[in-house]
């Protein structure tokens, strides 16, 4: 029975339509399955399709992994019923290729491992965090359930109605030490809600500190069924809980002895909680820094550590991004572009080449049109005013656009 649940999975699908990422030297498109398949990246023709299972015992690995000062790219996968256990598997394919004729995931190396909480239901996770010596991973009540994956396609349904969120259930934080490897002492939760995208963590003061976008049920997931999509919403019939943009801190050491209802956050600047329990756990409360925004990107030379500035696209009653916005994390001011009829993608920033402030550099986001006389086009921003500098069009049709990746010229 294992073994088939093990295998089922992969025959799930293989279109990697959410993400390009990097391995190595080589740029893959991905999605959440152990798929990807590389791609070139002058002349975008697709090139082989590559099975995370040939290196690495795993049946689902997310879009959005992290690269480490080393070139490294670090991922996540969840590994369904390897010798009868159910686990998170964080994995490291290393920056430089000593084999240039063959994959970089040969030398693939798992980190840590965390057992799921329950057998057949397993955490669903779209990304995760990473701080210079710690990775953070949210085991959300939104599950998976592997009975009903397995017999999918016997029942003609689809994978969205696999997924179920336990509104009853705590939400788990682990906190994995990437130097022994092991998560860290201590148990931290917090209220049930669905999470999609982490923004970025820090460490400070001895707290590893995250920021992350959450709801409060899984009615985004549910909006994008057809039968959902072709309705008619207004904003006083919303169908989707508004995004929240949460700071979390987790006390890496604290007194075991202190009295319970303390809280062991002790940044003064945080207004984050981590307030001990009768039964010796953290409960996590968080600062809310904003609302309403989504698909977040930083400047990644920040990535893990102490940063301020996030760049994304602003969503409110529906789940179609009208506005891109620049929020300061210290101030909570907002800069917005918008566009009458036009629907913006994530914002990738681009930093200057000699620029010395974290907002010194330039966005670009897709944008299409919902005026059919209007080509879609390439934005160009410059980060720190959010002034348009330009913008390129084509004459071509594109759809709405989730995730991407500037790839330099040097890179290619």
Not at 140 to 150: E, F, S, V, W, Y
């Amino acid at each position: 029975a294992f073994s088939y649940l093990s295998n089922i999975v992969p025959e799930f699908t293989d279109n990697c339509l959410i993400n390009i990422i990097r391995c190595g030297q080589d740029y893959y498109a991905s999605s959440e399955t152990n798929f990807i398949r590389r791609i070139d990246p002058q002349t975008l023709d697709t090139l082989e399709k590559v099975n995370y299972t040939k290196y690495i015992t795993l049946n689902l690995a997310t879009s959005h992994p992290h690269y480490d000062c080393a070139g490294n790219t670090l991922n996540m996968g969840t590994s369904i019923g390897d010798k009868g256990k159910t686990k998170y598997v964080i994995f490291k394919i290393p920056g430089n290729n000593p084999d240039k004729e063959k994959s970089p995931l040969k030398h693939s190396e798992i980190l840590c491992s965390i057992p799921a909480q329950k057998l057949f239901c397993p955490s669903y996770y779209h990304s995760f965090g990473m701080t210079e010596n710690y990775i953070i991973f949210v085991e959300q009540p939104l599950k998976l359930d592997i009975l009903k994956l397995a017999t999918a396609y016997f029942r003609g349904v689809n994978w969205a109605s696999c997924i179920t969120f336990n509104e009853d259930e705590k939400t788990w934080f682990h906190i994995i030490d990437k130097r022994t490897r092991k998560p860290i002492s201590g148990k931290f939760y917090t209220d049930a809600f669905v999470i999609y995208h982490h923004i970025n963590a820090y460490e400070e003061e001895g707290h590893v500190v995250f920021d992350i976008i959450t709801y409060k049920d899984n009615s985004l997931y549910d909006m994008f069924y057809m039968a959902n999509v072709r309705k008619v919403f207004s904003e006083e019939s919303a169908a989707i809980s508004v995004p929240a943009t949460k700071r979390f801190a987790i006390p890496l050491q604290h007194d075991k002895g202190v009295e319970v209802g303390t809280n062991l956050v002790t940044i003064p600047t945080i207004k984050a909680k981590a307030v001990k329990s009768e039964d010796g756990t953290l409960y996590c409360e968080p600062e809310i820094l904003c609302e309403g925004i989504e698909l977040p990107q930083i400047n990644y030379d920040f990535n893990g550590k102490k940063y301020r500035y996030v760049y994304a696209a602003q969503v409110q009653w529906r789940p179609i991004p009208t506005k891109i916005v620049k929020f300061d994390t210290v101030t909570k001011d907002m800069l917005v572009w918008s566009e009458d009829m036009c629907w913006p993608a994530e914002p990738l920033f681009i930093p200057s080449p000699d620029g010395k402030e974290e907002d010194d550099g330039i966005i670009l986001s897709p944008i299409v049109s919902s005026d059919p006389n209007k080509s879609a086009f390439l934005l160009v921003l410059d980060a720190k005013s959010f002034q348009e500098l330009g913008r390129a069009s084509i004459n071509a049709g594109l759809h709405l656009d989730l995730h991407g990746i500037f790839i330099p010229d040097h890179n290619v």
